[in-house]
């Protein structure tokens, strides 16, 4: 018989050289993804760390909604309410308490072994806690990219985040209160990023290919898909503290491949070929200068082009979150269907967003390259795409009666559509000033996040009294006129040239003296090759040659 002590130690010596093994295989495989990144063109490796950034932010985001349903007790709770369409329907009305911008309302199975006796008012503000920071850190984000690098601020977040999302088991076994400070600072983390990204955007994309560059900012919702898919299994297979363990350690990966095939400008990168370099900053051309300085605030607020950008964001914020909240409320209370239960189903319009994001912006690309409209008909055209369809949408949704399908479809559409604010809002701070682009979009989702406070107050305001299309239909009223009018505000006041404090006024002048000294020195040269004409003619040399 073998002693238990030696059968420990050859179940130790196996898993060890398993995972010997495995750090073998995956170091082999990093390398070969490293060596086919060289090949590449460096903006194709850009553009898919962008997409995985947004990623990787959502994927930390949004595991704590599914990770709570495993780590406290879920009492079945079937409250049924009686839907306008169909009075035999029981509907799980669970009312939508946090929102966490595009997450699929997709729950787990069951997860049993909660150990957390937390109540609905510490869940939720576990999950709120993340957001009490985030729009501040939002409104900085940009201005520290600009001074630092997007290159640094969007690692050191990220390594950062991923810290913190390890410690968030050891956390919660504290105390609720360490897991809300934990997540607090996690937001405070998260929300320097997207500025950043949009620096590094304004830094690479050359302007015929910026659409390309925005829509790989939609790679969250992708994230976000996969994750609530992905988290299931985990949380069954290896409990809920591994929810965390994994996304974590899949950031320090991604922080690793970010910090070899990133850099902060075209310039500073060292494996991309000259032809490269010189194709982007000849398109960028005197655009983008790499300034330490404050932004000029003042230009900034009262430019009416921005006003004007900062409302056509506003409007599409206020009808994402409206969409998101409202639109699977209205067909759980009206038509008695819970579009969270449905599976694929709940996950439609944000994949279509992205599908259609993706097609926009290439669309956008091709008509820009091919000059075939102005930067600023670009963007104002397509609002038609991105806010006023939507807005129409939301109002025949209110319209198609019982029919649970053509509600679904209605919300899927109007979603997808709004994927062409990759070339309207997403962008046009890029074209106002692209040397403040992370500024300017950080004060615009500042004021935006408050569209999410809004909407729901406006829900409850008008179904106070019950849950049928006479109710509702004001709601959506309200929700597709902000949507439309915000696109009209932009259509008159908005433009997509850039503006003259893109270019500060130091920035400016020092451009003058540039020019001055170069004119200085040409003057220079002019004078002393004159002055050696005139020698000679005055002093001819004699040229002796050996015979």
Same mark, same amino acid.
């Given at each position: ?9 050859? +179940?130790? @010596? ?77 509907? +799980?009305?669970?009312? #939508?308490?946090?929102? /966490? ?22 869940? !939720? ?52 209160? !360490? ?6 600072? +996690? ?14 955007? !304004? ?91 404050? $932004? $000029? ?9 921005? #006003? ?8 599409? +914020? ?9 639109? $699977? ?12 239960? !449905? ?5 439609? $319009? ?45 109002? #025949? ?32 701070? @890029? ?35 019950? /849950? ?40 400016? /002048? ?10 200085? @020195? %040409?003057?220079?040269? /002019?004078?002393?090759?004159? %002055? ?16």
């Amino acid at each position: 018989m073998i002693p238990p002590t030696l059968l420990n130690l050859n +179940l130790l @010596q196996a898993i060890a050289t398993l995972i010997k093994l495995a750090a073998k295989k995956l170091f082999r495989f990093i390398l070969i993804i490293l060596k086919f990144s060289d090949v590449v063109p460096v903006r194709f490796n850009l553009w898919l760390m962008l997409f995985t950034s947004c990623w990787v932010v959502y994927m930390l985001r949004v595991n704590m909604s599914l990770n709570l349903i495993a780590m406290v007790p879920q009492p079945a709770r079937n409250i049924s309410s009686r839907s306008q369409c169909n009075t035999d329907n029981e509907v +799980l009305n669970e009312s #939508l308490r946090h929102v /966490d911008i595009p997450e699929i309302r997709e729950a787990p199975r069951q997860i049993g072994g909660g150990s957390f006796n937390w109540s609905k008012d510490q869940q !939720a503000t576990i999950l709120g806690s993340y957001f009490w920071c985030y729009p501040i850190t939002s409104l900085v984000g940009g201005m520290a990219a600009e001074r630092w690098g997007p290159r640094y601020v969007v690692l050191v977040t990220s390594l950062a985040s991923a810290v913190l999302t390890i410690i968030s088991p050891a956390a919660a076994r504290l105390d609720y209160i !360490a897991l809300v400070i934990v997540r607090f600072f +996690l937001g405070c983390a998260g929300g320097f990023i997207y500025p950043a990204l949009h620096v590094l955007v !304004a830094r690479w994309a050359p302007p015929a290919e910026k659409g390309k560059f925005v829509s790989a900012m939609m790679g969250g919702t992708l994230g976000t898909v996969v994750t609530w898919s992905l988290t299931g299994p985990l949380l069954e297979k290896f409990g809920w503290a591994s929810a965390f363990y994994v996304p974590a350690g899949l950031t320090f990966i991604w922080c690793g491949f970010w910090w070899y095939l990133v850099a902060d400008t075209p310039s500073e990168h060292p494996r991309i070929s000259v032809a490269e370099r010189k194709y982007i900053i000849d398109a960028l051309g005197d655009k983008i200068k790499k300034s330490k300085g404050m $932004p $000029p605030f003042k230009s900034i607020c009262t430019s009416l082009p921005f #006003l004007a950008m900062i409302v056509l964001h506003f409007g599409n +914020l206020w009808g994402l979150y409206f969409i998101m909240t409202v639109g $699977p409320k209205f067909v759980s209370s009206v038509l008695g269907f819970e579009l969270a239960a !449905a599976g694929i189903i709940s996950a439609l $319009p944000y994949l279509a967003r992205l599908f259609l994001a993706t097609i926009f912006g290439a669309v956008g690309d091709c008509i820009l390259s091919r000059k075939l409209m102005s930067t600023t008909l670009i963007r104002k055209f397509f609002c038609l795409f991105s806010h006023i369809i939507p807005g129409v949408l939301l109002v #025949l949704l209110v319209y198609t009666g019982c029919n649970t399908a053509l509600s679904v479809t209605m919300i899927t559409m109007s979603m997808g559509f709004n994927g062409a604010a990759t070339l309207t809002n997403l962008q046009n701070h @890029q074209d106002l000033a692209p040397n403040y682009a992370g500024t300017l979009y950080g004060i615009a989702n500042f004021i935006g996040s408050t569209a999410g406070f809004f909407t729901p107050m406006i829900t409850a305001y008008f179904t106070r009294t019950g /849950d049928n299309f006479e109710q509702w239909r004001p709601v959506f009223f309200v929700g597709a006129s902000v949507y439309i009018v915000s696109a009209i505000f932009f259509i008159l006041f908005g433009t997509g040239n850039t503006q003259d404090w893109n270019i500060s006024s130091k920035d400016q /002048d020092g451009g003058k003296e540039e020019k001055v000294k170069d004119d200085d @020195q %040409n003057d220079m040269n /002019d004078t002393s090759r004159q %002055n050696y004409i005139k020698d000679l003619k005055e002093n001819p040399t004699s040229i002796t040659t050996r015979t």
